[in-house]
């Protein structure tokens, strides 16, 4: 496994865990349990069992027919927005809080952007009747007031994070403060392939059950268990880790990480990581992350809450860094075109965020034979104020 | 040149008081003036907090100051001359206290090299790894005379401890209880017992308990249990009045360190 982490959990120069002594411990006894439990048949069967009559998997393999069209290429889309809670997150949550639960951990705490984490742990926790605090910036908390009383009904407490820039780099350091609080009986469920080792590996594997579908699905419907691209958006990077895992080593197989350009690489509000990145430690762990030259980390834009992120995961700085995938940068209105395009075409509603993986169809090179697996990572219902509020500024006819 | 913090510990074994500020704050050019008042009033040592937009081991007081002193404008560079400014007014042990990530940016080697020049005695990086330090940074260190503070808290293993104590050279930061900065030390039984299974280490290098020290008892409790005490995030109240800073700092200090001074 040429992209596989390595024994101190570094992908190539990316990864590790810089965190202070007092994270050491839990972050330790994470380290040394999680794969022994992740392996172990019992945690398997129940995990299998849950992914496939609690989340509803394997979710579909679509071949696209409008948009294979238009593209004039073979375009599959792998339907995690028909997963539980809607979008692919809930693999790594159910991942999670069965492990959590075997480690003998009774308290969990996340962080979230948006709120579809958060929301994905509330529903493992309420799953399993363990406790669930769920930090979330304030800013957030206003913008995304459903997800927040979804968290709420689902039986978590969301806890308004006021310092810093109050979103959700702030939440997850307010996380991590409650970590260190409470070292022993809490587990912390990071919600991408983010933070320190052994997290973004874990995550990785808990979301691989995306590609092993879809070699399974795509063999079944064209023959060959390999797509000529996977195309997937990066923010921290969990649902493109997921669907790129069982391709890495596969190197004809061409994987494509799209990020969020918000305005414009160059406008001062983006979110494009690989390009506007340098090498620095965000969250525990060594990979780009976008910082002033004093190396204080910046604020992203994004209009997608869940590529707002100014870091990305250290296994896709590897891959960015080592050529093994290609990145393409996407803004917010590439994206809401492509949002409207999708909806009116496919009749899928897609995540704000999977819309910038739909528009990067527009500047691949495409031929007819091609085959292609884009990860539709969630849906577009959590996004409706945003979409509309967006649609009704740029005064598109979306009534008609 | 002697590095500073090994002379103090040869001569001066107990009640030790480091005390912390964030550089920057309350305002970009205090970083003098509270230096001398400390001195003056009687802190054994000084920790420098090298402000960063995200402090995940502090809490909300000394974060709150992070942002303060960014606000105003401090970066290490401007730190770095400010100390070269005023080291020859003041002969305390200097030792500062920041995240990796703005000591990468600056260039580790070139970072060591520069604070070892303007005097600086030890540095504490608390995300540091054990692993890298010792593998890449340690030369760094060792060529520019520069201690390095590493922290243990109740639950790092013994073995992990020892290890930290081979590889200090000057004291050990002991972090009181599960918790970011800014609670308070009570001295309960767990606590005790947590002091009291560290004391009986016989650790080689001096420890300093830090987290939750805000006053004069729990100071000296502290002093019963290891060499010394780190006040943070109370000190840092004590400074957030820009007005009277010196008086405010000396009548603080002062106050702390009551029964060392009855004592002398």
Known sequence: ?400 | MENRLTRLFQEKKENLLNVYFTAGFPELESTGTILKTLEKSGADMIEIGMPYSDPMADGPTIQASNTVALKNGMSIRKLLLQLEEVRNEVEVPIILMGYLNPVMQYGIERFCAEASRVGVDGLILPDLPLHDYEELYRPFFERHNLSVIFLITPQTPEERIRKIDNLTNSFIYMVSSASTTGNKVGGDEKQIQYFERIQSLKLQNPKLIGFGISDRGSFELACKYAEGAIIGSAFIKVIQEKENLEQNIEKYIREVKASETVAQ
């Open chain 1, 1 to 400: 496994m040429k992209y596989a982490v390595d024994e101190r959990g570094y992908y190539g120069n990316f990864g590790g865990a810089y965190i202070p002594e007092m994270l050491y411990p839990a972050v330790e006894e994470l380290r040394q349990q999680y794969l022994n439990i992740i392996y172990d048949p019992s945690f398997q069967e129940e995990f299998n069992n849950l992914l496939r009559d609690y989340v509803g998997r394997p979710t579909p393999l679509y071949l696209a027919k409008r948009l294979s069209e238009k593209f004039g290429a073979k375009i599959y889309l792998k339907r995690e927005d028909l997963a539980h809670t809607g979008a692919h997150k809930i693999n790594n949550t159910i991942g999670q809080i069965l492990l959590a639960k075997r480690m003998g951990k009774t308290r969990i705490i996340a962080e979230t952007g948006a709120g579809q984490h958060g929301v994905a742990t509330a529903t493992v926790c309420a799953l399993v009747g363990l406790e669930c605090v769920v930090y979330m910036g304030k800013i957030d908390t206003e913008r995304q007031k459903p997800n927040v009383s979804r968290m709420q009904l689902l039986g978590a407490t969301v806890v308004p994070v006021t310092s810093g820039s109050q979103t959700l780099k702030d939440a997850t350091n307010e996380a991590i403060r409650d970590w260190i609080s409470n070292p022993v009986d809490t587990h912390y469920i990071i919600g991408s392939v983010v933070g320190p080792h052994p997290y973004p590996d874990m995550v990785a594997r808990f979301q691989a059950i995306i590609s092993e579908e879809i070699k399974a699905q795509l063999l079944e419907k064209e023959g060959t268990d390999k797509p000529d691209y996977v195309v997937a958006c990066v923010g921290g990077g969990s649902n493109a880790a997921g669907a790129y895992y069982h391709f890495l080593d596969e190197e004809e197989v061409n994987l494509i990480a799209v990020e969020a350009a918000g305005h414009g690489i160059d406008t001062g509000f983006s979110a494009a990581t690989s390009v506007l990145g340098t090498l620095g430690i965000i969250h525990g762990s060594k990979t780009l992350l976008m910082q002033t030259e004093d190396g204080q980390i910046v604020e992203p834009h994004s209009i997608s809450a869940g590529l707002d992120y100014p870091g990305i995961g250290p296994l896709h700085a590897h891959l960015i860094e080592s050529g093994r995938a290609k990145v393409y940068s996407v803004t917010d209105d590439e994206a809401m075109e492509a949002l409207v395009m999708c909806s009116r075409m496919e009749g899928i509603i897609p995540a704000i965020e999977s819309s910038h993986a739909l528009y990067a169809l527009n500047k691949m090179e495409l031929k007819p034979t091609d085959v292609v697996v884009l990860n539709l990572s969630g849906r577009g219902d959590k996004d409706l104020a945003t979409i509309i509020n967006y649609l009704d500024n740029i005064d598109v006819p979306h009534g008609k």
